[in-house]
């Protein structure tokens, strides 16, 4: 793992070419020689350049797979494999992901199951069959995030790792049974959505993105981990403002958006449903996914809502709320009237 090839690991590298290209190791040798000894004139000095610059990266490169390739086949992985694989069918589940992590970190069993959730998220953003489940090679990759989270070497911890899972094989409590079924839920809840969702390699970037985050915060204003109506509305409004879109368009949209994406019927939307509601934002105003996310989070910040636009935004929100709709949020057609004529009023 160290970059270089000797003379022995070059050797497999033109016996691998030649196998490639249908080949004999003498051909291939032979054309590479020929190739050289008769150049005209080699590299050119732009190419010279650019390999330079990435040598240090492709050395990094390669010394990452080489670690990666040595704990795949380091003997201690295969036996976390196989405690972590409780039903014994040659792949992880989420339950059994956060089962293992609730074993082998000693965390509860509720940030057993988010911490699980947001590992399997990463791991699973190529999974095009949504098998939801993980094989050899991606729980090695989750087993070195983890490692890598508490800054520690799999190599040097290997042993502990074993040990703290042999170590916490007593029974759950009802309420940790509880717990997991119902993040079981919520996970298989969430994949629904998404892969249903035609938007979803946007929904993949959104909540994998580091301002989405940050932006929610900003949004959330009473901290109460969620973004309620009128939040999503008010903060809406902000960016609705410089595309000259009327109070009452805005508040449309924020109730078409709330319907569609608070799939728990809360009447208001968590980090993932924030991040479906994001894909959705972006291109009903043809916006780039990720500028708008850094847009939206400069405007919350730089921009505020006028007294008059605020209570405006408020009294349309609370339009029909005090009889019986056919869904907690939908836009009735009086409801929407009643949103274009204050719309004109407005302007």
Known sequence: NDAVLSRTEFGKYIEIVAASVGSTVTEVTARIIMEVMFSKG???????N??????QELKDTVKSLGIYYDVMKNPVMHE????FDSDKDGTIKFTEVAMGLYRLKGLDMKKATRQAMDLMDLLLQADKNDARTLNYE????????LCAADDEVFSEISEELILGLQSCQGPM??????QLDVAQSDYKQFRDVLEASYDGLGVWTALHYAKTDKLFDLWDKNDDGY?????LALESRKFHKTNQIVPGETVRQAKTSM???DKDSNKKLDRKEFALFLVKFAKQNNEDLLELIDFLAVTSLMEENSAEEEKFIRSIIG??????????????????????RAGELWV
């Open 138 to 145: 991606q729980f090695t990759r989750l087993i070195l995030n």
């Open 80 to 83: 976390l494999w196989d405690m």
């Open 50 to 55: 650019s390999l330079a610059e990435k040598e």
């Open 319 to 340: 339009i029909g709320s005090q009889r019986e709709q056919p869904t907690d949020l939908a836009v009735t057609n009086e409801d929407a009237a009643n949103i274009d």
């Open 259 to 261: 319907e569609a994406f």
């Open 42 to 48: 080699g590299n050119t000095y732009e190419e010279n």
């Open 173 to 178: 409590s009802r309420e940790d049974y509880i």
């Open 227 to 231: 973004i309620s109506l009128e939040e």
